[in-house]
């Protein structure tokens, strides 16, 4: 037992110590914690930059009880987003917006029961797209990817995360409407035109909801 001990702990060390080269590397690439940091130019910000549209996914939300409710987000008219740099390169600039449009009674049912969402607040989400910003950059000094969230349901989100080999780990706070939420999401790299979107939370009621997407680069 203690050999097993001493062979876990050097493992975890050994862990720890990519994960900090990882994020000095990633420091190093996108810039120095100068007075003017350069422009992001790492891989991941270069890669991600274009328009993006949705190819397949689901959303679902699974209560106390452990029923779960769902519905495919392409029936939503989700759209994408399109990803630009912006202030002079220091930040990734992610916008996306989708029309509700017409609902079906077991959607408007699922809106109801898992998101307790009142006549009046499915009537207005149906008239207006959904719109989301997000600004997205990297901690020049400690190479941290950072994230900072904003939607037309005015809920706000702080996030922080990391690299780790072709996914990108965000663990989020949420507040203002979605204030006690908190989430993780994970883009994951299929390939220089594709990429899988899962993100994961714990709703301020204490249920649970996972969107499940899939990106493709548009042409």
């Not at 349901?153 to 989020?172: D, H, S, V």
């Not at 594709?194 to 649970?208: C, D, E, M, R």
Request: glycine letters at 8%; proline letters at 3%.
């Amino acid at each position: 037992m203690k050999r097993l001990s001493i062979i876990l702990l050097v493992a975890m060390v050994g862990m720890s110590s990519c994960a900090i080269n990882e994020e000095k590397e990633t420091a190093k690439e996108s810039g120095s914690a100068s007075f003017q940091p350069k422009p992001l130019d790492d891989d991941w910000s270069k890669w991600l930059v274009g328009e993006w549209k949705v190819v397949s996914g689901e959303s679902s939300v699974t209560d106390e009880s452990g029923k779960v409710g769902k519905i495919d987000l392409d029936e939503q008219g989700a759209g994408g987003f399109k990803i630009e740099l912006g202030l002079n390169g220091q930040f990734l600039i992610m916008k996306s917006e989708a029309e509700t449009g017409e609902m079906t009674p077991d959607q408007i049912k699922y809106f109801k029961d898992t998101l307790n969402a009142s006549d009046e607040d499915i009537e207005r989400l149906k008239s207006n797209p959904f719109k989301s910003l997000l600004i997205h950059t990297i901690d020049p000094k400690t190479g941290e990817r950072l994230g900072y969230l904003f939607d037309s349901m005015r809920c706000i989100a702080t996030g922080k995360g990391r690299l780790e080999g072709n996914r990108e780990i965000m663990e989020w706070v949420w507040s203002a409407t979605a204030q006690g939420a908190t989430s993780v999401s994970i883009i994951e790299k299929i390939n220089d035109n594709k990429f899988t979107y899962n993100h994961k939370y714990i709703l301020p009621n204490g249920n649970k909801m996972e969107d499940k997407v899939e990106f493709t680069r548009k042409k």
